[in-house]
């Protein structure tokens, strides 16, 4: 046995002998982590974690004489987790699940396992068996083969697999796993990606489906997720605001299907709900007329969904104004504050400028800058947006309105609630079918515009 003290970019999985400050191979800063590999060469080690059946040498063979499994996809009952892999789950693939911890992975992955009418192995090395059950009868307990594994030990783990057969296999969370053939902390990155690996190709020998659950923290930065997605077959990011009660599943990478998809929830009491029709939820139902919100006609994945864009402007108490946005970026933020000083002369210098998003969603659409400017704009000057006109635009550096995508998906999706009126690009009008839609389409080129036709 030999011991080997590496530095592994936690970014990107490159491993050098030296600290540097700097990664050569994905240029990101700060990323090195120490830490000391005392393995077995590679195969012995594979064969001691997981003693699967006896490996076959590969030959070339043509394409077309592939054997082409038919073993369908295994369908959900959770609609919105069906949707984000692309229609159910694939025999033998991984799906990775990331996010902060407390968003609910645990609890979306335990749904799945108490509510479906397949055999789970539900493994856990965050919580106790009893704990779980006590979520367990909480959020409604149905299946009646589910197994629970208290165990961290993926050679154990895997035995126990193999013994039981199931048809789905959930590990929570791979940060607990460990393998005792790599002498290194669970939760390290040599640790987390060697199972990884291993649990990859325990899926596909045994063609049994394994999710995994992955913390990451606000920068996404901790040891795993990023490197992880390389290996498995999907990764889905579970997003949210813990305070607030939605939460969006979104594809980030999906072997077997698109990436533009998007499952949407809300926590509530007794688990996680799925949510048909986001729009109706993230409008606020006050009737007030309040300035500093507007709505905007935002796209996520390939669902529309009207959400309220809410700005405080308020004269700044201590010398250096404050800028604090949740849901959107706060860089975009502050380049919009600049082109609205810039282009249309509108003053926030000595002001404190706080943004929200409700729902507490986390906005990837572009389309969203024009509802946030109107926001800006009617905080600053106290004037109130008619709550019958929503916004759909990406703004740019000099000021003008730009088009969006999905126009049409969007103006639809605003008269179906009952919008009066959706302002878009000029640019926007060209792509537009002439056909009458029950909404006036008001076409903006730039700021100026989006002032006088609604603050004048
Ligand atoms: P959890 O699934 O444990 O998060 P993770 O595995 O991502 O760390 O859930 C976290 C939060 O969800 C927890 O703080 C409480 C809340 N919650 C509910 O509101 N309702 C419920 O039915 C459950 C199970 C959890
Ligand atoms: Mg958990």
């Known amino acids: 046995m030999k011991e080997k003290k590496v530095f592994i970019c936690s970014n990107c999985g490159h491993n050098s002998t030296k600290w540097e400050g700097k990664c050569s191979s994905c240029n990101e800063w700060n990323t090195y982590v120490e830490e000391i590999i005392n393995r077995e060469s590679a195969t012995e080690k594979k064969k001691k974690t997981w003693q699967g059946p006896e490996k076959k040498t590969h030959k070339p063979i ?233 709505v905007a006609s935002t796209i996520e994945g390939l669902r529309p969904m009207l959400i309220e864009t809410q700005a405080l402007v308020s004269q700044a108490i201590y010398g250096t104004p404050q800028r604090s946005a949740t849901g959107y970026d706060l860089r975009r933020l502050s380049m919009l504050l600049a082109v609205l000083e810039k282009r249309a002369g509108l003053f926030f210098g000595q002001s404190d400028v706080f943004l929200n998003i409700a729902g507490g969603i986390k906005v990837q659409d572009t389309a969203i800058d024009l509802s946030i400017l109107a926001s800006l704009i009617s905080s600053l000057q106290d004037i109130s947006v008619n709550s019958k006109i929503c916004f759909a635009g990406e703004v740019g550096l000099t000021g003008e309105i730009r088009a969006v995508n999905r126009i049409e998906q969007r103006i639809e999706e605003a008269a179906r609630l009952g919008f009066e009126q959706i302002l878009i690009s000029k640019y926007n009008m060209k792509g537009l079918s002439k056909k009458n839609y029950p909404i006036e389409v008001i076409p903006l080129s730039k700021i100026e515009d989006l002032v006088s036709q609604v603050f004048s």
């Open 62 to 294: 043509l394409v077309q004489d592939v054997k082409h499994s038919t073993t369908p996809r295994l369908t959900l009952e959770d609609k919105e987790l069906s949707r984000s892999l692309g229609g159910g789950i694939v025999p033998g693939s991984v799906i990775l699940i990331g996010g902060e911890p407390g968003i609910g992975k645990s609890t979306l992955l335990l749904q799945l396992a108490i509510r479906s009418n397949f055999k789970v192995l539900y493994v856990s090395g965050e919580e106790s068996a009893e704990q779980i059950k006590m979520r367990a009868m909480r959020i409604g307990l149905t299946n009646s083969s589910c197994h629970i594994l208290t165990e961290t030990n993926l050679t154990k783990i895997l035995k126990q697999a193999q013994d039981l057969q199931p048809d789905i296999i959930i590990i929570d969370s791979i940060q607990t796993v460990s393998s005792p053939h790599i002498d290194s902390t669970p939760g390290s990155l040599t640790q987390v990606r060697d199972c990884t690996s291993d649990l990859q190709v325990f899926a596909k020998e045994s063609n049994i489906p394994v999710f995994i659950i992955g913390h990451i923290n606000k920068e996404g930065h901790i040891a795993g997720p990023k490197i992880l997605e390389h290996i498995v077959d999907t990764v889905l990011q579970f997003e949210g605001d813990r305070n607030h009660i939605y939460r969006i599943l979104r594809t980030k990478k999906n072997r077997f299907g698109s990436t533009d998809e998007i499952g949407i929830y809300a926590m509530e009491a007794s688990g996680l709900k799925t949510v048909e029709n986001p729009s109706e939820l993230l409008l606020s139902q006050s009737d007030e007329q309040l300035s500093g919100t507007s």
